[in-house]
């Protein structure tokens, strides 16, 4: 059977039939269940993977009745059937997977899965639970970095791949700008203020937080549509799946126009975001009477539209000082977030306000423990959740006392920007929770996961990670690194695949951030993706240890005659391989820009054929990741316009966000990409052009004008931006 991860068969078997005796035992043990209706969305969830397969599965939840209680699974193979009973939807389907992953059958990943069902069940028992009541998923930055351009096709599978993982507390932030503009208008705004207010598509996440405005808009009547009709579907298959998804309320941001609308209101023009560039935002002051009428308004207009909902975002001051006084801070800081929660409350009585935590973290000096106690004391304890993600950086509960109180939960950031270097820490994430749960001053925590900014690359992190709120940490890394290698590559997993794996544990999956990815405000994920600069010679290189990746790389290859070129063995070498390979190319920059530096043209011209050739052959190789690759990215965009305008603006969009950003800032190739195309037509260009100048000073003996050379490069980044070439 084929193991491709492009295009997966699924098994066609006929039932087996089962003896009476047993199928009364069976009925019988699961007397106090609920009725096989309720599970109806989880056993769809294990149809669409393995096809009539499906029909092998007894699946029944099993009433909780202690409703603070986590979540159990229980499964069994009985006379070649599959039998789980579980308290949820999404427990059921992450038994169903956990079960066809231990006997390596099956692995779900964003690149593709792999299916190879035996004919009969083998023999099987397992019993988990959870501790974490919620397991969380998705970044509000999520919204920019990968899903602009997702239909429900596409949505559809990650909700799929998220039950698969256990998730129930998914953030769910599609289609809220057709409530926003509801709203505005009843407070007389136009079709033209609020054309002049939105954002583009690709950077509504920070329009949301009041970050930003107007940034790369327009924003089509027909994407608000759009994203509105996919987001009916996306929360009525989660609501269907037992999940709680997230939603947007309202965090006090107003248009500009709504602001010059009400000169007697009491609205604060915030500073430009991140460095500057950007049009300033707009923050009502809580003790306005309409912060809270707004507010529910709000809530009940997405009511209205999308149902009733539980879980409600609302973010005050992601990375935005707040706008308080000095003599009253503590007391103006209650009053935020008091009247945040209570427009959520008032409009859905009994529901919880939800929080990003990573405020706490990047603006330490503001948040002290003082300031955070103040913000958080006069909502309720059990109606307030902090979801601290970013343990991988900051250590936020720890230094606010588990939030004092409130319930809140662990997880991490992991990717920032979709940028996609090959890198995680398995033993580090495995110590932390072992860690965690015998901690005594862990507080209120409800729920664990990861947050990140961007999807689809280093799948292991992902799939680590959420097994361990069931596992607890109990399982080694390596017994682990065994099954997964087996569900993922089959029975051809050698020693020295798992060899080569263990030096992968060592030398990339042994880092927990990425810190290169900043290096003197220059953002990137390697330093070739970063703007050109003579500073480079500065640079002590990337974490991790490239001799030992390349030591797994030469096992891989060598063992890569035993699969097939389209099957997830062949996916992961090629990003090993990429990876090594732009390391060797920062480190290539940093010695030619040095030579010519130096005015050591041979060598410098040496370097530079060097360079240009490992990029070009990196390029080319990445084309063997068909969803890694700029032209994908860039059709999605252009096919989701419903006119050349349409399109036109959503290309732009596209390129913009994974190169310039926008902003005077330090933003630029933030969500840079390790991507086909991407080395041939952007990174090497604009570092050919730097080098040439580079080159040409030392060959006239005349002084390197860096700033001359930058100007021009960002020149042609903006036409690159704005020219409608697909590459």
């Given at each position: 059977m084929s193991e491709r991860y492009l295009v997966t068969k699924r098994s066609n078997y006929s039932l087996n039939v089962i003896p009476f005796i047993v199928m009364l035992f069976f009925l019988a043990s699961n007397a106090y269940c609920k009725n096989d209706g309720n599970s109806k969305s989880a056993l769809a969830v294990i149809e669409r993977l393995i096809g009539n397969r499906a029909n092998e599965f007894d699946v029944n939840i099993?009433?909780?009745?202690?409703?603070?209680?986590?979540?159990?699974?229980?499964?069994?193979?009985?006379?070649?059937?599959?039998?789980?009973?579980?308290?949820?939807?999404?427990?059921?389907?992450?038994?169903?997977?956990?079960?066809?992953?231990?006997?390596?059958?099956?692995?779900?990943?964003?690149?593709?899965?792999?299916?190879?069902?035996?004919?009969?069940?083998?023999?099987?028992?397992?019993?988990?639970?959870?501790?974490?009541?919620?397991?969380?998923?998705?970044?509000?930055?999520?919204?920019?970095?990968?899903?602009?351009?997702?239909?429900?096709?596409?949505?559809?599978?990650?909700?799929?791949?998220?039950?698969?993982?256990?998730?129930?507390?998914?953030?769910?932030?599609?289609?809220?700008?057709?409530?926003?503009?509801?709203?505005?208008?009843?407070y007389g705004l136009t079709?033209?203020?609020?054309?002049?207010?939105?954002?583009?598509?690709?950077?509504?996440?920070?329009?949301?937080?009041?970050?930003?405005?107007?940034?790369?808009?327009?924003?089509?009547?027909?994407?608000?549509?759009k994203k509105q009709d996919i987001q009916k579907k996306i929360i009525q298959r989660m609501r269907s799946l037992g999940m709680n998804p997230v939603v947007p309320a309202f965090s006090g941001y107003v248009p500009k126009a709504f602001a010059e609308k009400h000169p007697n209101s009491k609205i604060s023009?915030?500073?430009?975001?991140s460095g500057g560039g950007f049009e300033s935002t707009y923050l009502l002051d809580p003790k306005d009477p309409l912060f809270k009428e707004i507010g529910k308004r709000f809530i009940a207009i997405y009511t209205k539209l999308y149902g009733q909902s539980d879980f409600y975002l609302a973010d005050s001051f992601n990375e935005i000082t707040p706008p308080v006084s000095k003599e009253h801070k503590y007391e103006e800081l209650s009053e935020y977030g008091k009247s945040i929660f209570e427009a959520i409350n008032e409009a859905s009585p009994g529901s919880t306000w939800v929080m990003q935590g990573w405020l706490f973290g990047d603006n330490k000096e503001f948040w002290t423990k003082e300031a955070t106690k103040a913000f958080?004391?006069?909502?309720?304890?059990?109606?307030?959740?902090?979801?601290?993600?970013?343990?991988?950086?900051?250590?936020?509960?720890?230094?606010?006392?588990?939030?004092?109180?409130?319930?809140?939960?662990?997880?991490?950031v992991h990717n920032y920007g979709g940028s996609n270097p090959v890198y995680g820490d398995l033993n580090f994430y495995k110590n932390e929770l072992t860690s965690l749960l015998k901690n005594p001053n862990k507080g209120n925590i409800v729920g664990y996961g990861v947050m990140p900014e961007g999807l689809n690359n280093n799948s292991v992190v992902y799939e680590y990670i959420y097994d361990l709120p069931w596992n607890q940490g109990q399982v080694s890394v390596n017994d682990w690194l065994h099954q997964y290698l087996n569900a993922r590559y089959g029975k051809k997993t050698t020693?020295?695949?798992?060899?080569?794996?263990?030096?992968?544990?060592?030398?990339?999956?042994?880092?927990?951030?990425?810190?290169?990815?900043?290096?003197?405000?220059?953002?990137?994920?390697?330093?070739?993706?970063?703007?050109?600069?003579?500073?480079?010679?500065?640079?002590?290189?990337?974490?991790?240890?490239?001799?030992?990746?390349?030591?797994?790389?030469?096992?891989?290859?060598?063992?890569?005659?035993?699969?097939?070129?389209?099957?997830?063995?062949?996916?992961?070498?090629?990003?090993?391989?990429?990876?090594?390979?732009s390391l060797c190319i920062d480190d290539l920059l940093v010695e030619c820009v040095s030579a010519y530096k130096?005015?050591?043209?041979?060598?410098?011209?040496?370097?530079?054929?060097?360079?240009?050739?490992?990029?070009?052959?990196?390029?080319?190789?990445?084309?063997?990741?068909?969803?890694?690759?700029?032209?994908?990215?860039?059709?999605?965009?252009?096919?989701?316009?419903?006119?050349?305008?349409?399109?036109?603006?959503?290309?732009?969009?596209?390129?913009?966000?994974?190169?310039?950003?926008?902003?005077?800032?330090?933003?630029?190739?933030?969500?840079?990409?390790?991507?086909?195309?991407?080395?041939?037509?952007?990174?090497?260009?604009?570092?050919?052009?730097?080098?040439?100048?580079?080159?040409?000073?030392?060959?006239?003996?005349?002084?390197?004008?860096?700033?001359?050379?930058?100007?021009?490069?960002?020149?042609?980044?903006?036409?690159?931006?704005?020219?409608?070439?697909?590459?």
């Open positions: 099993v009433e909780n009745k202690n409703q603070t209680q986590s979540d159990w699974f229980e499964v069994e193979t009985v006379a070649n059937r599959v039998k789980i009973k579980a308290t949820s939807n999404t427990a059921i389907c992450y038994a169903a997977y956990n079960f066809l992953k231990d006997i390596g059958a099956v692995l779900v990943s964003w690149e593709g899965n792999r299916i190879n069902l035996p004919k009969a069940w083998p023999k099987y028992s397992k019993k988990q639970s959870t501790p974490f009541k919620y397991r969380e998923y998705m970044n509000a930055c999520t919204f920019g970095y990968t899903t602009p351009w997702w239909d429900w096709k596409r949505w559809e599978q990650e909700i799929d791949w998220m039950a698969f993982h256990g998730i129930n507390l998914p953030t769910a932030l599609e289609g809220q700008e057709a409530v926003w503009q509801l709203l505005w208008k009843e079709d033209a203020e609020l054309q002049a207010h939105f954002a583009g598509p690709a950077f509504l996440p920070w329009q949301r937080m009041g970050n930003i405005n107007s940034l790369e808009g327009p924003l089509p009547q027909e994407w608000i549509n023009e915030l500073k430009s975001w958080l004391s006069k909502v309720p304890n059990d109606k307030t959740m902090i979801q601290d993600y970013a343990n991988d950086r900051y250590k936020v509960w720890e230094n606010q006392e588990a939030f004092y109180g409130k319930q809140w939960t662990y997880g991490y020693a020295s695949v798992f060899q080569a794996w263990q030096l992968l544990v060592e030398s990339v999956y042994n880092i927990k951030y990425w810190e290169t990815r900043w290096w003197k405000e220059k953002a990137g994920g390697y330093f070739f993706f970063k703007g050109p600069t003579e500073k480079i010679t500065d640079f002590k290189g990337n974490p991790g240890d490239k001799q030992k990746l390349k030591q797994a790389l030469d096992i891989l290859n060598k063992e890569a005659k035993n699969f097939d070129k389209k099957s997830l063995y062949s996916y992961d070498v090629i990003d090993f391989s990429r990876h090594y390979n130096s005015k050591n043209v041979t060598k410098g011209d040496e370097l530079f054929k060097k360079i240009e050739k490992l990029a070009l052959e990196t390029d080319t190789m990445i084309y063997g990741q068909p969803f890694n690759t700029l032209n994908y990215w860039l059709k999605s965009a252009w096919n989701y316009g419903n006119s050349e305008a349409e399109s036109k603006l959503y290309l732009k969009n596209a390129k913009t966000l994974i190169t310039v950003w926008g902003g005077a800032g330090h933003l630029n190739d933030y969500a840079s990409k390790s991507w086909n195309g991407m080395y041939k037509g952007f990174y090497w260009p604009r570092w050919k052009m730097f080098l040439q100048a580079q080159r040409d000073s030392a060959v006239n003996n005349k002084p390197f004008d860096e700033l001359k050379v930058c100007e021009s490069m960002k020149k042609w980044e903006m036409q690159w931006c704005e020219s409608n070439e697909m590459f």
